[in-house]
Nanobody
Framework: QLQASGGGLVQPGGSLTLSCSASGKTSNINAMGWYRQAPEKQRELVATIISGGLTKFADPVKGRFTISRVNVENTAETTAYLQMDSLTPEDTAVYLC??????????WGQGTQVTVST
C-alpha cells in the first residue's frame, strides 16, 4: 500500500514537497516515483528513484525537482520524497506516486493535486 501526502496551492516560484510511503514487502521495491496528469495532457513520468539511488527526471523538471527515498530503520516502511522548487503554472497537475517491484508489480498512491497560481 502507498500513502501519498503533500501538494496544495503555491505561488509561482514557490516550493512543495510530496511524500509517498510504502509499507509491507518494501524490500521488494526496486523503484519509486511520480507521474503527473494535467488537464488535456498526457500522463508524464516526472521523477524516478531506483534501488541504489539512481534518479531520473523528465526534461521539464530537471534542475528544479529532486527525489529521495528513506528507509525507516527496523521497520518495513520506506518513503519517497519529491522536492519541487521554482514551481511554474505548467507544473499544475495531479501527481501520482508509484512503486514497482522486482517482479514487475506496480502499486499506486492516491493522486495529489498541485496547483501553481497567483
Amino acid at each position: 500500500q502507498l500513502q501519498a501526502s503533500g501538494g496544495g496551492l503555491v505561488q509561482p516560484g514557490g516550493s512543495l514537497t510530496l511524500s509517498c510511503s510504502a509499507s509491507g514487502k518494501t524490500s521488494n521495491i526496486n523503484a519509486m516515483g511520480w507521474y503527473r496528469q494535467a488537464p488535456e495532457k498526457q500522463r508524464e513520468l516526472v521523477a524516478t528513484i531506483i534501488s541504489g539511488g539512481l534518479t531520473k527526471f523528465a526534461d521539464p523538471v530537471k534542475g528544479r525537482f529532486t527525489i529521495s527515498r528513506v528507509n525507516v530503520e527496523n521497520t518495513a516502511e520506506t518513503t519517497a520524497y519529491l522536492q519541487m522548487d521554482s514551481l511554474t503554472p505548467e507544473d499544475t497537475a495531479v501527481y501520482l506516486c508509484f512503486a514497482s517491484t522486482w517482479d514487475a508489480e506496480i502499486s499506486w498512491g492516491q493522486g495529489t493535486q498541485v496547483t501553481v497560481s497567483t
